[in-house]
Every structure is written in structure tokens, then in C-alpha cells.
């Protein structure tokens, strides 16, 4: 078995070695840049983690661990125009370090890319590979529109929010690790069961991220504590917030939602949540698809100490540590 | 043998009976917009046409024939986007009947498709069919960005040029009929010249493009003659006229760059490429290209009389009757 530390490793090897293209300069480059901004690597490495669990040489799986993390970097290329973002990682992103159409067609490029990756790997017939990739590509766009869709939808309900979790950033998770097990051959039933585990630790990983900007220290986010309370932003916990809220409350909410002052809004709303008790709602749901995840986990065929990997790897990532 | 119309028949109703899917709208809805606004639909048919032309069954090929469709689309979607273009075939294009993020993840998902579509082909290895389709779609997004250089770049070569609208054009007519071929199970070699054929076509193609803008009928061309000359556009005319001009017409040409009544710049640059004898010039480049072409047709290990409809398919082309 290798560690997640070895599988990184691996996973950055492969992308120093692989080129991409070179000519035109200002299609090339952006994707170089993009690739090497690092990052925990985390679905290349469930990849590869998946491959290895049913005892397969991992390097049969690394073209596929590339098509999944190229994939999902060409996924942020082209968000990163939607959302005008102006950082990736704490570095420009290519949208503001080159410009629009390089944004747009340097992700192009990467999308494609990733199926020719996939294509290499070395097993008899790619199609079912390709067709869950592709799959699960088209979920990821799907996540991304219903996203964008939300901020300006009046009401948005429990269940649109954690289809587009789901769709958006869970799937990926699963299918990476799918993947993994399809490369080596795992039987279909061991494969379901992984890409249930990847999909339901993906939607507890994107609670935990909405509990962590209302009740997170600043230290573990890394970020501002109520960013997305003084964005308005429709999350799980003002999702439940506005399902419960009394009519008084709904009156102050809603005045809240105007404020200009960023230290009342954020507090004000905070309250609402204590009052509410929409933390304890929050971790109790997140709790429930971490339950379902570990179930689908326990259901693979393997021995128990070889899953301890995946287990482990879930932990940091809830904990934000990996 | 099929008809033109035979063929397109074919793909149109393909197109109809597919669905690419339904939710969210805001994506779908796009997607199906723009596979309807028709068209003559002249790279699904070449595929169809080089499938026909080995005797296999048309309809073996008709998945291929839509992935090609589907990605030309594609990038017609982007390209909308960076050329800021508020009209495609007569319609809204989608960047502006939606919007541009709509644009960029609707675009996203018909590259998506288009790779699951060939990959839905019945042959034993779809590999080499997959590897082909990628490596021309990664030329085309080359040949964009190398268009868009030049829009900044102060010289641009006649080299520079033909490369341009080789990946940008050609490429993707030479793998269209290159995939039919594959798919009818034709020789390497039979499938390589029905490439360079294609290839050939689509650069000849581009030059009498250049060719209609300046010297072109307006019911010909269907739209403005010199709107080219009117944006300072580099196409191959005023690349060899710049190559060609005498200092004194260089601060002439020079001049009409900057000058702002359109009629009269049309009319100043008109003279200097009579002058240079710019258009016989541009007659003859485009002459040995269609040469190269019918060179490769003509070594196609197919009797001659089954060629024939290509040939007439490609002077259509030439004359914009298709």
C-alpha cells in the first residue's frame, strides 16, 4: 500500500514529465502555469488510492489520475471567468494573467487533453471509462450552471442545493476513484460502491465547507469567518435558516440581507443561526453522508486494514488538513 | 452511392433524434438552439461520404459524423464569444441570446458530447478514431489563437498564414473524411489521402474566401465586398501585397490603413492589388492546393467514377453552392 505522501509524489512526476503543447505560446503557457500551481492533488491521488486498494500497480492508473486532475483544473479555468476571480491558489488566474479568450480557449484545449490522457491507459477497451469521465464531466457543467442559477433564484430548497453539490463538486470525487478501481479491474459492484463513498464524503466535505465559514476559525479556513453570510450566499445553513424562521425573524433576516455593515450583517445573522440551532442541523446532515459514505466503503470487497487509506485521507480532507 | 441531400438528410435527422439533454435548461436549451440552426452541414456529410465511399453501411458512421458536428458547433459557440459576435447564421448567437457564462458552460458541455458520441461508434477500438478526433480538435483551438494573434501581431508571413487557416479550417475537413474512413474500415493509406484531400480543400477553400472579400459578387458572397480591406484584416492578399509594395505605395497602403471613409480605403486598396497583380496571385496559391487535393483523391485505391462526388462536393465548395 502507498501513502498519500507517495501517491502525490507520484501524481506530480507525472505532470513535470508530460507536455502539453507549446505552439501557440499563449495557449500553452497558461495551461503549464495552471498545472504546476500545486495544490493536495486529492482526485488524482483517490485515483490512484483505488487502483492500489484492489492490488494493482498504481503507475497502470496514472494516465487516468492526469485526465481526472487536468479535468478538474480546466473546471476551474472556466469558473474562474464565471466568477471574475481574480486569485487560483493565491496566484493570478489565467483569465486575469492573460485575458479572456486565453481563459477560454486554454481550457478548451484542457478539456480535451484530458480524454487523450484517459485514452492512454493501457486496458482493452477505454469506452467505459470514457463514458463515466464524460459523464461525469457533463454533471460538473450541470453543478456549475445550477450554481450560477441560485443567485438569482428567490428560493432555492434543501434538496436543489445538494443536487448541486452533488453535481458540481461530489461526482468527481466518486468517479475519480471509480476510476481507479476500474483500471484494476475491480468487479462493478466494488467500483459502485467506491464512487458512493467519493460522492456522499464529497457532499459532507461541501456542508462541512458551509458550517466552516459561519463556525470555523480563521486559522483552519484560511480565510474570513461569514464571507458567505456577508455575500448572501445560498448555503445549506441559510437554506435551513430561511425554512425555520418564524415571521418576526423572516422581517429582521430580510433586513439583514440589505445591511451594509459587514460586522452586523455577519452577527446578526449568527444569531439567527444560534436561535435556530442551524449548526447542530448542519453537522447532524453532514454526519448522515459521511454514515452513508463509510457504509458504501465498508461494502468493498477488500480487507478492512487496506481501506484504512481512504478512511484516513476522508478525515484530513473533513478536517481540512490533506 | 448517397446524394449530397441523401446524406445531409441523414445527419439532420440524427441531429433531430438526439437528445443531449434537459436540466438545467439554461445549458440544454443552448445546446439545442444551436444544433438547429442548420446549415449545409458539410463535415458530417464528408464523413458520411468517405464511410460511402469504401461501401460500408453510411449509417455505421452516423455517431462520428454527429461528434463532428457537434464539436464544429463547439467551437463556432466559443469562437462567438471572443470575436464578440452578435450574429450566426442569421440568428442571436448564444453568447448574446443568453449570456456569456451560459456561452462558455454550454459550449464546455458539446466538446463534452462530442468525444461520447464518436465513442458510441460500434467498432472493436475507438482508440485511434479518439486520438485523431483530439489531436484535430486541439489544432483548431491553435489555429483560433494563432488568428487572434495576428489581430496584434505587425507582420504575419504568407507561412504563418497558410499554417493559420490550416488549423483553423482544414485540419478539421481532412479528419472528417479521415473518421468515415476509419469507420469503413479503409486502409491507412487510402484514409491518410482522403485526409490530405480535405486538408487541401479547406486551405484552397480559405484562400478563395479571401479571394470573394475583395473581387467576389455580392450575391456570391452574400454579404459586403472589402469588409475585410474596411477591418485592416490580414489575409493572404494583404500579406503579399505588403510583401510586394514598392516604398512609395508602402506610405500610400500605409495611409489607407488609417482612413476612415470606407469606400475610399476599399477603393485605394482595390488599386494596389490590381496594381501588384494581387488576385492572380491569390488564384494561382489557391490553384496548387486544389492540385495537392485532387493529387491525393486521385490515389485513393477506389474506382474513379465513385470519386466523383466528392470532386462535385468540393467545386460546390469552391463556388459557395453547397
Known amino acids: 500500500m502507498h501513502t498519500y505522501p507517495d ?6 512526476q507525472k505532470i513535470a514529465q508530460t507536455s502539453f503543447g507549446s505552439n501557440p505560446k499563449e495557449l500553452y503557457e497558461p495551461i503549464e502555469y495552471m498545472m504546476s500551481l500545486g495544490g493536495k492533488r486529492l482526485r488524482p491521488v483517490l485515483t490512484l488510492m483505488a487502483c492500489d486498494l484492489f492490488g494493482e500497480d498504481v503507475n497502470k492508473a496514472l494516465d487516468v489520475a492526469l485526465a481526472v486532475e487536468v479535468f478538474h483544473n480546466f473546471t476551474l479555468v472556466h469558473d474562474d471567468i464565471m466568477d471574475n476571480a481574480p486569485l487560483r491558489r493565491g496566484k493570478e488566474t489565467i483569465y486575469k494573467k492573460w485575458n479572456m479568450p486565453v481563459a477560454i480557449l486554454s481550457g478548451d484545449l484542457m478539456m480535451i487533453k484530458s480524454t487523450d490522457l484517459l485514452a492512454a491507459t493501457e ?43 452533488t453535481l458540481k463538486t461530489a461526482v468527481l470525487l466518486g468517479a ?55 455575500a448572501n450566499k445560498k448555503t445549506l445553513l441559510l437554506i435551513e435558516l430561511l425554512q425555520s424562521v418564524h415571521k418576526d425573524d423572516k422581517i429582521i433576516l430580510e433586513a439583514l440581507f440589505a445591511e451594509q455593515n459587514q460586522e452586523k450583517k455577519i452577527e446578526g445573522v449568527l444569531n439567527l443561526y444560534s436561535k435556530y440551532q442551524i449548526h447542530a442541523f448542519a453537522e447532524k446532515e453532514k454526519q448522515q453522508y459521511l454514515t452513508i459514505a463509510y457504509q458504501h466503503l465498508d461494502d468493498v470487497s477488500v480487507p478492512a486494514t487496506q481501506k484504512q487509506i481512504l478512511i484516513d485521507t476522508a478525515k484530513d480532507l473533513m478536517e481540512r488538513m490533506s
Open 123 to 165: 486496458i482493452s477497451d477505454i469506452r467505459p471509462l470514457l463514458f463515466l469521465f464524460n459523464d461525469t464531466a457533463a454533471k460538473v457543467c450541470e453543478g456549475q450552471q445550477i450554481d450560477m442559477n441560485f443567485e438569482t433564484s428567490k428560493e432555492v430548497s434543501h434538496e436543489d442545493y445538494i443536487q448541486m453539490i
Open 7 to 12: 501517491l502525490l509524489k507520484l501524481v506530480n
Open 176 to 230: 475519480s476513484l471509480q476510476l481507479g478501481a476500474m483500471v484494476a479491474n475491480a468487479s462493478k459492484e466494488d467500483a459502485e460502491h467506491l464512487y458512493q463513498f467519493g460522492k456522499n464524503i464529497g457532499i459532507a466535505f461541501q456542508i462541512q465547507d458551509d458550517i466552516l465559514d459561519s463556525f470555523g476559525e480563521v486559522a483552519q479556513v484560511g480565510k474570513m469567518i461569514g464571507g458567505d453570510i456577508a
